[in-house]
């Protein structure tokens, strides 16, 4: 079992920057964010591995946001720079500690928090 635990969020004017943090109670295989616009489906924002720190974005944030690990703390980053209004949704932190054909499976995620970007 692992718990999550995020911080970081708020309201930010378009072209601003946030950073969101997500402790885990343990290690893991890898662990990533994801977000949710109201009336969407939650979608993949970025991800990484722990043991390597090989990362993945999602092309919409590309040159835009950057995942980072802090191994002392066991805890991800996710630095959002250049935000825009289409941005806004909830993110919310996810932990794997495993993949099934090279897929991380995503059991465990965080309670979310808000991030809105105003005109």
């Known amino acids: 079992q692992v718990q999550l635990v995020e911080s970081g969020g708020g309201l930010v004017q378009a072209g601003g920057s946030l950073r969101l943090s997500c402790a885990a109670s343990?290690?893991?295989?890898?662990m990533g964010w994801f977000r949710q616009a109201s009336g969407q489906e939650r979608e993949f924002v970025a991800a990484?591995?722990?043991?390597?720190?090989?990362?993945l974005s999602a092309d919409s944030v590309k040159g835009r946001f950057t995942i980072s690990r802090d191994n002392a703390e066991n805890s991800v980053s996710l630095q959002m720079n250049s935000l825009k209004p289409e941005d806004t949704a909830v993110y919310s932190c996810?932990?794997?500690?495993?993949?099934?054909?090279?897929?991380?499976?995503?059991?465990?995620w965080g309670q979310g928090t808000q991030v809105t970007v105003s005109f």
């Open positions: 990484i591995r722990w043991s390597s720190g090989s990362t």
């Open positions: 996810a932990a794997a500690l495993g993949v099934i054909h090279g897929l991380p499976q995503w059991d465990y």
């Open positions: 343990g290690r893991t295989y890898a």
